[in-house]
């Protein structure tokens, strides 16, 4: 008989440089490694808790120990999805059962998901929320990566872009309010926006509080991320939303996001496929549904000063899929 062990334990990587978004900084990723052992394999997950859905370090890791008797009873994928709630601590469990049956039949994940062999997929980089001067001289260092995305937080915001065009002329933009907008807000920047080049805007306002959207001429794409979750959330984007923004933190693990991305795809909506900050185990199953996207956002890795062994290879604006070593 097959004995089954969970490992879960803090992980903390430096960031290159402070973050910032409109509701704070920070100076390094705290993130959530879990390992399961069985019959000489390991498989690996990692979750980023995220206090904007009320998870912490400590609480992400209680669930996941509570879930110790389950697991090393041999819980699979699919009990997995109704023992936990969507959020940062199933995302790890999943994606380490998925890793671990890949390990155990010496197929790679996208083999047993029954997915195409994934290809490197061009990624955003993404400049935080700093004054227009910082972020024109950042962009001006970036200004060869294909796509840039652009925390913004409402006051000053055009100045950052105009900065943000200044340094980078050619490069395809993308911005991110994190719900820091209101609708006159959209309504006076999105024209401008356009002008210079932006493709789109994420989470303009603050989810639960987005009724407006249905009555907003969206001249700018708008992009639900806080307010798109997994497959339940979809029905209450009708008419808001051109876009979705697919997390693993958010849909709970890639089981959930290859059905969330099948779903929105089937009612219509573009995808973007994002990340929080985190280490190159926590980009790995998310290269696998960006696959053909509109907007891939799997940078995390390139934010940090240091990262896990066997990284992702990151060249040409692009992340290419992981080796087995890594995940997968």
């Not at 995390?300 to 990284?311: I, K, Q, S, T, V």
């Amino acid at each position: 008989m097959s004995i089954r062990r969970l490992g879960v334990e803090e992980t903390v990587f430096r960031l290159a440089e402070t973050f910032t978004i409109s509701r704070g900084s920070r100076d390094q990723a705290n993130v959530i490694t879990v390992s399961i052992t069985e019959d000489g394999h390991t498989g690996f997950g990692e979750c980023v808790p995220y206090a904007r859905y009320d998870e912490t370090v400590g609480g992400v890791i209680a669930a996941i120990k509570a879930l110790q008797p389950d697991i090393e009873a041999g819980a699979a994928r699919a009990e997995l999805q109704s023992l936990l709630p969507v959020g940062a601590a199933r995302n790890a469990l999943d994606c380490a059962l998925w890793d671990l049956e890949a390990k155990q039949s010496g197929k790679r994940v996208y083999e047993l998901a029954g997915l195409p062999q994934p290809e490197p997929v061009t990624t955003a980089f993404t400049l935080s929320l700093e004054a227009p001067g910082v972020m024109r001289e950042k962009a001006r260092k970036n200004a060869h990566r294909p796509l840039l995305k652009i925390k913004l937080g409402g006051e000053g915001d055009i100045d950052r872009i105009k900065a943000v065009r200044e340094g980078a002329p050619e490069t395809a933009i993308v911005v991110d309010a994190n719900e820091g907008w209101s609708v006159e807000t959209y309504r006076s920047l999105a024209p401008d926006l356009l002008r210079l080049g932006v493709r789109m805007v994420e989470q303009p306002l603050p989810a639960g509080k987005d009724e407006a959207l249905l009555e907003l001429d969206r001249i700018l794409p708008v992009c639900a991320d806080e307010s798109c979750h997994d497959r339940s959330s979809l029905p209450s984007l009708v008419g808001k939303y051109d876009m979705v923004n697919i997390k693993l933190d958010k849909t709970g693990g890639l089981t959930e996001a290859l059905l969330l991305k099948d779903e929105a795809l089937a009612a219509g909506y573009a995808i973007m496929v994002g990340c929080m900050v985190g280490s190159s185990l926590a980009m790995a199953p998310a290269v696998l549904v960006a696959q053909g996207v509109d907007i891939v956002d799997l940078d995390g890795p390139l934010l940090l000063a240091e990262d896990r062994d066997h990284p992702l290879v990151y060249k040409d604006g692009g992340v290419c899929p992981s080796e087995p070593e890594l995940w997968g």
